[in-house]
């Protein structure tokens, strides 16, 4: 198939890493017999230093004229001024709503060789499993905002559409999995989470009556999350629980470097990019962790390109390599000897050419 693929290096290790996402589509299209058409455009500081412009006309373009994004990460010291007008992370939030990607998926899986790179215990993490599906365009981070000298406020609202919209989103996830979504919330205090609830349950029951659904609340999340993460599969939750669990969640696995994600909305042009940021106390050496961003472009074969056979020989190469002691600094153990980015890229791509 013929393929348009947008990539937006960012910041910091942003182009390191997605340069070597870019090889590993390469090596799949050359493998498997597909033409990718890859149209590289700025965005975050990057962006803002050439045009003034966080996210410029030009990328947005670009992005709503190809099929799929692969993005690096946005950010740096450089840019991190509170005061500033303008900052690297307004291109990211304003593509997400360019784009109407109201849905993250962040799949958190551990692998039998990497237990040791968690700081949780062994026993505790082996074989989970976990798709966390968080709301990405409403909630708290989106509401109105108001601040006097005295007084600040933040107005959490959601609508039905998007509960519903999400929902949807999860409940065909869960379908391929393990058919059970733990739906997380505060209802017991909060009113969207009340709507939240009722919503969730009607879609399900409607579209997807074999998923099992299980209600829990944020609070008891967070710590099942660490006590028992196996024991989830779809984790489905609103902007704010989903961005903390998220991150409590890829402690699981232990380094940033290593997790995906994926964007999706209403069209097929999703937004692929891995979860950590532009890490400016490794930027221009070479060595940072490209395996998330090369898991972030399997996702974006499997979800934008319907390429699943393709994604799943990307993921398999990626877990092959780690298993036969691929280790990049981060995830290097004391004594053990770390490879560099391209080196890291060229172990996973030997393994799909192979
Ligand atoms: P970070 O994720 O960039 O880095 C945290 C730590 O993890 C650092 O020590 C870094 O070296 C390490 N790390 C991250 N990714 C790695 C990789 N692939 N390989 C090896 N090590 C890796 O978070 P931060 O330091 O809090 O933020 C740095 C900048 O990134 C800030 O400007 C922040 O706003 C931005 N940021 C951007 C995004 C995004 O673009 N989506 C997300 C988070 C943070």
Known sequence: MKAKITVLG??????????????????VAARYAHEFEFVEALIGGAAIDSSGSPLPPRTIDACRSSDAVLLGAVGGPKWSDPSARV????GLLELRRVLGLFANLRPVRTQAEMLEASPLKPEVIA??????????????YFGRKTRTA?????VCSYTTTEIERVTRVAGRLAMGRRKHIVSVDKANVLETSRLWRTVVERVLAEE??????EHMLVDAAAM????RPTSFDVLLTENMFGDILTDEASMLVGSLGLLPSASLGDTSVGLYEPIHGSAPDIAGRGIANPCGTILSAAMLLRHSLSLETEATA????VSAALAAGLRT???AGPGTAAVGSRAAGDAVISRILS
């Open 10 to 27: 960012g910041d910091g290790i942003g182009p390191e890493v997605t340069g070597e996402a870019v090889r590993v589509l390469e090596a």
């Open 87 to 90: 900052r690297p992370e307004q």
């Open 127 to 140: 074989g989970a499993d976990i798709m966390v599906v968080r709301e990405l365009t409403g909630g708290i």
């Open 150 to 154: 005295h007084e600040a406020e933040d």
């Open 208 to 213: 997807y009556p074999e998923v099992q659904l």
């Open 224 to 227: 099942h999350l660490l006590r």
């Open 314 to 317: 990307v993921e398999n190469a």
């Open 329 to 331: 600094a981060d995830i």
